[in-house]
């Protein structure tokens, strides 16, 4: 645990600290596109075996590493995670997504739901976390993760994956009590999460919050943003957690970016449909940003990769405070040396803009 960084240059980056070139991560870069990935997934049997697994969550946790020069690594595992502590039955059907056998609809649900037990019902995460950090030897720093206070309500309301979660925005309309006790227990339950995680070993910690952008403006701020900042109130009050960056991660709620940014969290994520100059602009040199080519430009030819990742280096410019990513999750059908290319790329033009 105590093994020095071989390569900070994320850390500085979110610390909006110089560094030698624009480091960069790759959202789900330890995945289905790997073939590694899908012969690791063989041997465990199921997804939720892979993920529960510490050895296997190690293994590829650390694939995407072997084969490229990425500056951090992401702990691998699932968002689900807390709601299937919860005892909500949680499984993943072939092609279909996540499903949960009792999802929360009403209050006696949510009245039985209670923070889960991080040394038991989720001791295989924080194991994970352990053996991740060890096995790193200081390479690159690990990110631990949770979902958001909302976007896991998606989840444990509708039961399963959905266009537009429209049975929470009804309890939200209809019973906001209600929602804003499930969303209660869950920012406690993220917080509890992320703590244990920096305990184990995480060197940064990031909020998913994939669903916030269907919110509208009022509702976003009262069922997503209030929970986010509660979370990281209550990791910047926690001796394990207040030294470590905190990214949030918003998809589709760019327009909340100044708001996202007084929580007092360390980065935001931006996702491809917003220039990061009006980005940098909307956060006014508060937070680090991290983000933000459409993952779909992965799949063009190189010379497009090349030329759409120096077009958000271009957007972003010759100041600190990036982390190069996409904006969301590369997809399964992507080639990994087209990956590759965009790593090298991103390392080669980021010295460059700043003469090195």
């Given amino acids: 645990m105590n093994t020095p960084l071989k390569n900070d240059r994320f850390l500085r980056a979110l610390r909006r600290e110089p560094t030698d070139t624009t480091p960069i991560w790759v959202m789900r870069q330890a995945g289905r596109y790997l073939p590694e990935y899908r012969a690791t997934r063989e041997r465990a049997g199921s997804f939720m075996g892979l993920a529960q697994n510490p050895e296997f969550a190690c293994e590829v946790t650390l694939q995407p590493l072997e084969r490229f020069e990425l500056d951090a690594a992401i702990l691998f595992s699932d968002i689900l995670t807390i709601p299937d502590a919860m005892g909500l039955g949680l499984s993943f059907a072939q092609g279909e997504g996540p499903q949960f056998a009792h999802p929360v609809r009403t209050a006696a649900d949510i009245a039985k739901l209670a923070v889960p037990d991080m040394d038991g019902e989720l001791r295989y995460v924080m194991d994970a976390v352990r053996l991740i950090r060890r096995e790193l030897h200081g390479r690159v720093p690990l990110i631990g993760f949770s979902g958001s206070p909302w976007t896991l309500a998606c989840y444990m309301v509708e039961g399963q994956g959905s266009k537009d979660f429209a049975t929470l925005k009804a309890m939200c309309w209809n019973e906001p009590k209600l929602a804003h006790q499930l969303l209660d227990t869950l920012a406690q339950s993220v917080a509890h999460y992320l703590i244990a995680q920096a305990a184990a070993g995480a060197q940064a910690l990031m909020i998913f919050d994939t669903w916030g952008g269907l919110l509208g403006p009022a509702a976003f701020r009262e069922f997503s943003l209030r929970y986010m900042a509660r979370v990281v109130e209550a990791l910047k009050a926690d ?108 390392h080669a033009y980021g010295r460059i803009l700043r003469g090195n």
């Fill in 239 to 346: 001796p394990h957690a207040r030294e470590l960056p905190v990214i949030l991660f918003s998809k589709g709620a760019g327009q909340h970016l100044a708001e996202m940014a007084d929580t007092g969290c360390t980065a935001l994520g931006v996702d491809w449909t917003m220039d990061l100059a009006d980005a940098r602009r909307a956060v006014a040199g508060k937070v680090a940003l991290q983000g933000n080519l459409d993952p779909a430009v992965m799949r063009a030819s190189p010379d497009v990769i090349r030329r759409e990742a120096r077009a958000v280096l271009d957007s972003y410019g010759n100041h600190p405070g990036h982390v190069f990513n996409l904006g969301h999750g590369i997809t399964p059908e992507v080639d990994p040396e087209h990956v590759k290319v965009l790593v090298d790329e991103v």
